[in-house]
């Protein structure tokens, strides 16, 4: 067996872990490059999954525990793929590590962060809030160590942190490391980034305060989030009890993004229920063109639907500005049934925005071929090369764990036919 | 309400597409443009229904919307259409379509509205002219000092005119009534306010221009189109004027320079022409967005380049004594003055009167905007 | 194994501020009559990891107790091959959720130890259980785009495929279709050859593919890698050994003519959209419709008929949007004509939506929004679709040709699945109304016919509405019966691309199943597992509760109703041995006497009260670690004893717990119910229906039964499970104590 290379798997998010665990238990050798201290991608920051209204916390726990009985699997965090070459059976592959400068020894503690004066923006909150420089990414993360943003940690920052540290877990003298891997096939699994929604002028993300993007909201309905899963807005801390939903803030928009991002109206319907679920006299309104709520997810839109704090109304919303006293936001649509423009005052207006492929980013020192909107064209790429999920078209969490499964025989047949 | 019954049209819809609306068809009825627009009313907003009209081909629904009238082109719409269906481009594709379609008799609407047909359309006062000039023996290059009425009296263009723009009149009249008809029978909606108090509100709107003032990223039309609108008021003046002084106190073409009128007219014709220039620059400014004008609109900026040129040509020339030259550009301007007074009706300018109609309409129905 | 035992105590991450670790050592050296008990300040270090590996190579020991952090950490570290390693997690469970340095918390602490090391005496290494003659072979049953892919990519990855098609060709639904969409640009043509004749071919020469076509699975018989599939076709009956199977039976289309007012049925020139494509594929792109044969020129398509609709089908089958919109396409070959598209919400989602982008910048093709109220006789064969809610007025009637009807999808497995849930309710009501069942209902087409005790089929999913679907969204293979794989359509309303991402997914998990089986380790989630139940049959009493309570139907019975095992169908859960009265079922690592001896190693005092915990592995037990990581509270009193599942949990424990006077017991498992989240079906929910019985033991012994409760945990559910548990402790605390301590 030792002849056989591995599978090289280029991000760790649910699409990531599945296709490198899958195959680590059938029996090969994987290595896993995120780019994260942690592992777990977009997931990991959802409060929760929709239809079911689960955590996807669960379903990383067995993901994780599979790793942590399966000795087949290497992992790199911190790490990016910056070059490969060779073909389908035998490729080399440049990986770089960045630092951590926390390492094995860490036995999560907590006491460098404790003792650590310095602050930085929390980007797992989306910057909401702040997060020592030395830190934990989030309370579930795996792996369970803490990293250090050097940048943020002047030199009293670094010396505090190594002197609350008993373990030796500290080390600043740590670079970046380059290695080398030689693998079979490679699946790309780099998932999406959130677009900005700054770019929508007429949105006013970035203007008006109570303004937030989906993610955002994900991160505010998190028990472990910034407002510790109770919803209350920007501007001034108060509990959300009016709220609109704007579907296809950038997705459908030749302007912005000209796919659907798939996922948006089941996460705003989602939310829905965060918000009436924490406050009963809350009321939620989702302003939409279409509501895409495909296969057996229909019954997830009716259950909402039904709800009778929840309004949902046809129309794109076109303009949204900040009542400047209240800090209200203001919302302008056609209600399309009643034929009317209508102009409503909410708490906080939640964007909808939509899934910007990675390949935007990097593509992985591979040269990709991609379609006009960026995502990889399949059916171009050579062989021995896989991408899955939401790097070739916008899709849910199901249907990436099963197309990150399919990739998995993908990447054995590459390896037979070699 | 009561059922409608719907019958697509697809040469309609083909028709729209072919005349500069070929983007109709990229509409999926979000409804941005409704929103982001500030020329439309709350109730019953456009120009999101107009487009689904359109793209079903139902024309009846079109020909009765006071809505395409009010829309000012500001093209807020085609700059956050997600899907590039330019709306703006569309609707103003649907009022010249109207044009056409409202023109009386029809066979004008055509000779006008069509861009290939417009070298008939110059046909119709050349000849025209010939006739009138050749018949009276005027056909040739007067002697002396250059003075245009001895190349063609006024009396001979009074008559000429007098009669052609009457006759248009009574045909732009009628299509006026034929579309108010249709749209107060089509829209059926009850009066708030009298058509007397609406109509003046919409004059008073006009001569401020307000309305222009809504447009978001094409602010800079409101300027525009004033000068243009004001050059036209002003050579209309002036034309009236020079007739007054033709036959109240018998002051002769040409008219000093010192004249007030000469004033009003060089002004006037100054307003036309920057107008005009501004006009052909801002259709090719990058606006930030796609907008492509339609050969109609082009061909009417066009004209009125021409008329405004050739009209200063006239005066300047003649200032400077080429008689040669002098006459045949004269010749050459009375024909765009034909083009634009007689075509009236039927070339972009009618859509004063249907939009000043369309304007009092949506005062009467309580559909207006703040302004 | 003779054992020898190490203990070892970390004193790292506060451990030593919150319990004085010496007496802790002397419990384990002392009470519990260890041969040693090292401590150190950091075990997890590298020396501290030596000194273990040291005892190991020098003093032989292989029975390795580890008190320090949990065992979802350090796991790397503390893994010593080929050794019984017992965590006690005392960090997150003691030292970071106690106040330190108290005698509540120094006996939490002991107790864990004493627990732990009682189990690490009962536990044995387990021994892999190898069947022997495992089949490699993948039978894939159906032999549409799904099967036939699913067979293609286990074929190209080595496996042995058998493929059986019920119908004499191959190819599905897709050799009705005129054309298809493009696969990935989409840009013009939009319509394309479906190229299907090419896939056949493909899959009929394969080398490892073997086709059955007219062919029936007759039987399905054993466990994975054992099974033993009798597929009739041709009228011959043929037995062959298959390992593992992916079910692509598909879908058939929803019945037209049971959406009354659409007219489908009552007017000729009303179709279904699959009628639609063969009136396309006959006049080869020209709509020749069926009353006269004259070419259609006005077709209207009404979206979603008989779907997202409580009367017939209550969910979206994802399709027809993008079918519509390709068949609008056929009708615009003719320049002429015009496709009316009546929807409610146009689904076309992800890149789908650059589809319907060029796909509606089309003359001719005209959409809206509507409810299409009916349809009716125009004349001539014509009809009048009459909608209202449109964005073209409040109500409107449109003439059109033709009308295709966009029905939706059913799964090939709804009708086996209805056959059976009837059945098992009027079995419940007892043999007449079974009978009577069986009588009167038809019986329809099976598709496995396993031979399981449970049934035949896969069992139905609550909410699934007949498909073979999985309840896990991380999971989307996570079967109910191991070692069979949906895929497609019968899987989940979905497309063709779609459907066939779906079917290598299935294959492969069909092929990692049968490298499982071959390890003898347990399939998905618990895929490192070596153990396996071992019941100790001489004691059953054939009471069938383990047969019928499997959540994997992996037992079935002999004549007399003694069960019978198969063990590669068998997920490891323990439900069974949850469910044993007799206490018989056991793994090496994992009985009814070892959870019940962890319970009596429990000190308990005659002044305080004692809570024990029964706690579900992935959620509760995560979440109480987090709880522990943010350094919340737990009162001292309680105990924790994590299950594999909660199905796993035995009365006996219950009873063992109340009557040595410990005061209250807590089960923390998953939700329940529909969207339930037990990974293993029903444990929780099991674990709560066990609880109604405990009743009883509590009236004979005369205790309350608000000491005994259930709470559905999840595992983002940190911050508020300390309050919960409180509140309990807080609650048995005001019953006051358990009389039976002491006794």
């Known amino acids: 067996m030792s002849d056989i290379k591995g599978i090289l798997i280029i991000g760790g998010g649910m699409s990531g872990l599945t296709s490198a665990i899958e195959a680590a238990e059938a029996g090969y050798k994987v290595s896993i490059v995120e780019k994260n201290p942690y592992l777990g991608g977009r997931v990991a920051q959802l409060n929760k999954y929709f239809p079911k209204l689960c955590s996807p916390n669960c379903g990383l726990e067995i993901q994780f525990k599979r790793i942590k009985n399966n000795e087949n699997v290497t992992l790199y965090t911190l790490a990016e793929v910056v070059n490969v070459s060779g073909v389908e059976g035998s490729y080399d592959v440049t990986i770089k590590v960045n630092p951590r400068y926390v390492n094995e020894k860490c036995v999560g503690c907590d006491a460098c962060a404790q003792a650590c004066p310095s602050e930085r923006p929390n980007e797992f909150n989306f910057g909401m809030d702040k997060t020592k420089a030395a830190y934990l990414p989030f309370d579930y993360a795996f792996p369970f160590r803490y990293v250090i943003d050097e940048k943020s940690c002047a030199d009293n920052c670094k010396k505090a942190c190594l002197d609350a540290c008993k373990y030796n877990a500290i080390d600043f003298n740590m670079k970046q490391e380059t290695i080398n891997l030689k693998v079979g096939a490679i699946v790309m699994s780099t998932g999406w980034s959130l677009y900005d929604a700054a770019k929508m002028d007429n949105l006013s993300f970035g203007k008006a305060q109570n303004v937030i993007t989906n993610m955002m909201m994900e991160r505010l309905a998190s028990p472990n989030g910034p407002t510790k899963g109770k919803i209350l807005r920007p501007s001034d801390g108060k509990e959300v009890k009016n709220i609109a939903f704007v579907q296809c803030a950038g997705s459908r928009d030749e302007n912005h993004l000209s796919h659907c991002s798939y996922i948006c109206c089941l996460a705003s319907l989602k939310q829905a229920t965060y918000i009436r679920e924490l406050y009963p006299d809350s009321k939620a309104q989702i302003f939409y063109i279409d509501i895409r709520t495909p296969g057996r997810y229909e019954q997830f839109y009716w259950k909402v639907r039904d709800d009778k704090g929840v309004t949902l109304t046809k129309g794109k919303v076109g303009k949204i500005s900040e009542d400047p006293a209240t800090k209200d936001v203001i919302v302008e649509v056609e209600d399309i049934a009643a034929g009317n423009k209508i102009k409503a005052s909410f708490d906080m207006v939640v964007l909808a925005a939509g899934m910007v492929p990675s390949t935007k980013e990097s593509t992985c020192g591979m040269n990709i071929p991609l379609t006009d909107e960026g995502f990889v064209n399949a059916p171009s790429l050579q062989k021995g090369v896989y991408a899955v999920g939401t790097l070739k078209s916008p899709v849910d969490v199901a249907r990436s764990v099963q197309d990150a499964t399919g990739a998995t025989l993908k990447s054995i047949q590459s390896m037979v036919r070699r | 309400m009561a059922e409608q019954v719907i019958s697509p049209d697809l040469n309609f819809v083909k028709d729209i597409i072919a005349s500069g609306g070929d983007t109709l068809k990229k509409c999926f009825q979000c409804a941005t443009c409704t929103v982001v627009c500030n020329a439309t009313p709350n109730n019953r907003p456009f120009p999101r229904k107009e487009m689904i009209y359109a793209q079903w081909g139902l024309k009846d629904k079109l020909i009765s919307s006071p809505d395409v009238w009010l829309c000012h082109n500001c093209n807020d719409c085609t700059k956050y259409c997600p899907r590039g269906a330019r709306p703006g481009d569309v609707l103003s594709t649907m009022r010249q379509k109207f044009i056409q379609e409202n023109a009386m008799p029809s066979i004008m609407g055509k000779v006008v509205t069509q861009p290939k047909m417009t070298l008939i359309a110059l046909a119709i006062p050349l000849v025209l002219f010939l006739l009138v000039l050749g018949l009276t023996g005027h056909l040739r290059t007067p002697e002396g000092q250059i003075v245009y009425s001895k190349f063609f009296p006024i009396p001979y263009i009074e008559a000429v005119f007098m009669s052609a723009v009457g006759l248009a009149g009574i045909a732009y009249l009628a299509s006026l009534y034929r579309f108010w008809n249709s749209m107060s029978k089509g829209n059926n909606q009850p009066y708030t306010k009298g058509i007397v108090p609406a109509f003046i509100e919409t004059l008073i709107e006009f001569a401020k221009h307000s309305r222009f003032a809504k447009c978001g990223p094409n602010a800079d039309r409101r300027i525009v189109h004033m000068l243009v609108f004001y050059g036209f008021v002003g050579l209309l003046i002036t034309t009236i004027w020079v007739t007054v002084y033709y036959y109240a106190p018998k002051i002769n073409t040409p008219i000093a320079l010192s004249d007030p009128l000469k004033w009003v007219a060089n002004i006037s014709a100054a307003s036309l022409l920057i107008g005009g220039v501004l006009l052909a620059l801002n259709k090719m400014k990058d606006k930030g967005f796609v907008s492509k004008s339609s050969t109609f609109d082009w061909i009417f900026a066009i004209m009125i380049l021409l008329l405004c040129i050739t009209g200063i040509l006239t005066e300047l020339i003649r200032l400077a004594g080429i008689a040669t030259l002098a006459y045949p550009i004269y010749f050459i301007h009375l024909l765009f003055v034909f083009y634009t007074i007689v075509f009236f009706p039927y070339s972009k300018l009618s859509h004063m009167g249907y939009r000043a109609l369309a304007i009092t309409y949506s005062k009467m129905t309580n559909r207006d905007i703040q302004i | ?682 444990g929780s929910e099991l674990a709560e229906y066990r609880l109604g019985k405990v009743g009883e033991t509590l009236n004979r012994l005369q205790l309350e039964s608000e000491r005994v409760q259930m709470l559905q945990v999840s595992i983002s559910d940190s911050d508020k499970l300390p309050g919960l548990i409180n509140e309990f402790v807080e609650k048995v605390k005001e019953i006051g104590p358990n009389p039976f301590k002491g006794f």
């Open chain 3, 1 to 682: 194994m003779e054992k020898k035992y190490g203990v070892y105590v970390c004193k790292g991450c506060g451990i030593n501020d919150a319990v004085d670790v010496e007496r802790l050592a002397n419990v384990a050296t002392k009470d519990m009559k260890m041969p040693s008990c090292k401590t150190h300040d950091f075990l997890c270090g590298p020396e501290g990891v030596q000194l273990i590996k040291d005892d190991i190579a020098k003093e032989g020991v292989n029975t390795i107790i580890i008190a320090a952090c949990s065992p979802r950490v350090k796991y790397e570290e503390f893994d010593f091959p080929g050794t019984i390693t017992e965590r006690v997690n005392i960090r997150e469970f003691v030292a970071w959720s106690q106040p330190p340095k108290t005698e509540d918390t120094q006996n939490l602490a002991s107790d864990y130890l004493m627990m732990s090391i009682t189990k690490a005496q009962k536990v044995d290494l387990p021994q892999p259980n190898i069947l022997e003659g495992i089949s490699s072979t993948i039978l894939v049953i159906g032999g549409g785009i799904t099967g036939m892919t699913a067979a293609l990519d286990a074929a190209n990855a080595g496996s042995k495929v058998v493929l059986i098609e019920k119908e004499s060709q191959l190819g599905g639904f897709v050799n009705k279709l005129y054309k298809k969409i493009p696969t990935s640009e989409f840009k013009e043509p939009l319509i394309i050859d479906t190229d299907i004749d090419k896939m056949v071919k493909q899959v009929e020469g394969h080398s490892n593919i073997k086709v059955y076509k007219s062919a029936k699975l007759e039987k399905t018989d054993g466990q994975p890698g054992l099974y033993d599939v009798t597929i009739s076709a041709n009228g011959a009956s043929e037995t062959i050994k298959i390992g593992a199977i992916v079910m692509a039976t598909g879908w058939k289309p929803y019945d037209a003519s049971k959406i009354d007012h659409l007219g489908y049925g009552k007017f000729k020139n009303v179709v279904t959209n699959i009628e639609f494509e063969e009136l396309a594929k006959k006049g080869n792109g020209k709509i020749l419709r069926p009353s006269d044969g004259k070419e259609a020129k006005r077709v209207a398509f009404i979206q979603c008929a008989g779907q997202r609709d409580p009367n017939h089908l209550p969910y979206c089958s994802s399709m027809c949007c993008v079918t519509s919109l390709k068949q609008a396409g056929y009708v615009r070959q003719n320049p002429d004509a015009v496709a009316m598209i009546f929807y409610i919400d146009i689904r076309t989602p992800g890149r789908l939506e650059l589809y319907y982008k060029e796909a509606q910048n089309n003359p001719g093709i005209m959409l809206t929004k509507a409810d299409v109220k009916t349809v009716s006789e125009a004349g001539n064969g014509n009809l009048y679709v009459e909608a209202e809610n449109t964005l073209l007025g409040e109500k409107i009637k449109a003439e059109a040709d033709l009308v295709v009807l966009a029905t939706g999808i059913v799964p090939t497995t709804k009708e086996s699945q209805e056959y059976q849930d009837g059945l098992t309710q009027a079995a419940s009501k007892g043999d007449e109304a079974k009978k009577a069942y069986l009588e009167s209902t038809p019986k329809p087409e099976f598709i496995l016919n396993l031979s399981y005790r449970q049934g035949p089929e896969i069992p139905s999913l609550e909410g699934a509405y007949g498909f073979a679907d999985s309840n896990f969204i991380c999971f989307q293979y996570e079967t109910r019966r191991t070692g069979i794989y949906a895929a497609g359509a019968v899987h989940q309303p979905m497309n063709m691309m779609e459907a066939q991402q779906d079917a290598a997914g299935a294959a492969f998990k069909a092929i990692q199943c049968l490298d499982h089986i071959s390890k003898g380790i347990a399939v998905h989630p618990r895929a490192w597992d070596e153990t396996f139940p071992d019941p100790l049959l001489i004691r059953c009493t054939a009471c069938k509760r383990c047969t019928e309570e499997c959540p994997f139907g992996a037992i079935d019975e002999d004549e007399k109703g003694i069960p019978y095992y198969k063990v590669n169908r068998c997920r490891r859960c323990g439900t069974c041995m949850g469910a044993c009265p007799e206490r018989i079922v056991a793994f090496k690592d994992y009985s009814v006497d070892i959870i019940g001896s962890m319970v009596k190693a429990i000190d308990v005092p005659e002044e305080g009260f004692r809570i024990v915990a029964f706690t579900c592995e992935n959620d509760a037990y995560p979440a109480l670690d987090t709880a522990g990581i943010n350094r919340k509270n737990i009162d001292p009193s309680v105990r924790f004893i994590p299950l594999r599942c909660l199905g796993g949990m035995n009365l006996v424990w219950v009873a063992d717990a109340l009557s040595r006077g410990i005061d209250g017991v807590l089960l923390l498992g998953c939700k329940f119910g529909e969207n339930y989240q037990c990974h293993f079906v029903k």
